[in-house]
């Protein structure tokens, strides 16, 4: 979907017609899933983030700013979101990825998808080697396609910190990943 599209629903969404709201969500679903499910560790508790997500971002609509873009506003309220599920589960555990959300557009070639999941397991244990904090923010910029400085604000962290949390986590991501190539 092109950019004045996703505007202009974002717009109708802002004026309060809800029939834009299901295309909307559309464009990010998928994205916006692979991040809690990714931040949770839970299928289950990522679906209800997932829907608590989505019902803050429609009653908030109001308090959107042009400002921002679009998916950094979205982005942190499931942050937010997920932070304050996963403290009231008084959880530790973040990222158990042992599959991606259903890709409705579906892939014809078999050895293909084989490949992508095997890359995709061996990137998900790695990750589990971060630091919470490392992993935070790998996963923001990642799947939130946030920038380092909506990183740092939505954090509250120095910007420095962020760049440096993002640094350790990609040279400690390529160290665990060339090990594993090597077994």
């Known amino acids: 979907m092109n950019q004045l599209n996703e505007n202009n629903l974002i717009d109708r969404c802002r004026r309060g017609e809800s029939a834009a709201f299901g295309p909307l969500v559309k464009i990010y679903k998928n994205r916006l899933f692979s991040y809690l499910f990714k931040i949770s560790g839970d299928r289950n508790m990522a679906e209800d983030i997932f829907q608590e997500t989505l019902i803050k971002v429609w009653k908030g609509f109001s308090r959107y700013s042009e400002q921002s873009r679009f998916s950094s506003w979205l982005f942190s309220i499931a942050h937010n979101t997920a932070m304050d599920s996963i403290r009231k589960k ?22 293909k ?71």
């Open 90 to 111: 008084n959880s530790n555990k973040f990222v158990e990825l042992v599959e991606e959300p259903d890709n409705f557009l579906g892939n014809s070639n078999p050895l």
């Open 113 to 183: 998808e084989l490949v992508d999941k095997e890359v995709s397991k061996n990137i998900s244990a790695a990750v589990d080697h971060l630091s919470p904090k490392q992993r935070e923010v790998f996963l923001l910029r990642t799947y939130g396609e946030m920038t380092f400085k909506e990183i740092s604000e939505l954090t509250d962290e120095p910007l420095n910190t962020v760049l440096s949390h993002m640094h350790y986590s990609v040279k400690k991501l390529r160290n665990i990943l060339r090990f594993e190539d090597a077994e």
